[in-house]
């Protein structure tokens, strides 16, 4: 999953903030919101299904990752895919006994969705990588590990 349709890639460096003081589920949501809006891949009503889907059911996956993305309703709302990544240090309280400390924002069709999640879901799963994306320092270490296939995964030394 290395680039969206067009060959751009999924996860640029302007879509990702690191080192982000604590806040609240909603306030990340809208930031996360605001970055895919901001980078032209929603319009701004995709933000109402992204909080929507959490009103609904919460999008934390696990390993301090949450996913946040827009409800059925809101699909029609995206221009292109995209993914943004918002990171946590300290962590926020997603849900009860949920920690997250990396929020990946995504705008996908319900085609595209399944997709990305999945392979997302795969690169994220592992524990030592979702620790190495929560603390690092370096924009290129996320989009590096976001953007490259899963299978590469295996052959990582770290």
């Known amino acids: ?79 292109r895919m995209g993914i943004c990544v918002l990171q946590y240090p300290d962590g926020i309280v997603w849900g009860p006994d949920e920690l997250a400390t990396l929020v990946v924002g995504l705008a996908a069709t319900e085609e595209e969705h399944i997709t990305v999640l999945m392979n997302l879901a795969e690169v994220i799963e592992d524990e030592a990588t979702a620790r190495l994306l929560a603390t690092t320092d370096d924009v290129a270490v996320i989009v590096e590990r976001l953007t490259r296939p899963v299978e590469d995964l295996d052959d990582d030394p770290e």
Not at 2 to 23: H, I
């Open 1 to 79: 999953m290395p680039e969206g349709p067009e060959g751009r890639s999924l996860v640029s460096p302007d879509l990702v903030r690191l080192g982000l003081p604590s806040t609240d589920r909603r306030s990340a949501v809208l930031l996360a919101g605001e970055l895919l809006v901001s980078a032209g891949c929603v319009r701004p009503e995709y933000v109402d299904g992204m909080l929507a889907r959490e009103g609904t059911m919460s999008t934390y996956l696990g390993n301090g990752v949450a996913m946040p993305h827009g409800d059925f309703g809101a699909r029609d709302q995206v221009l």
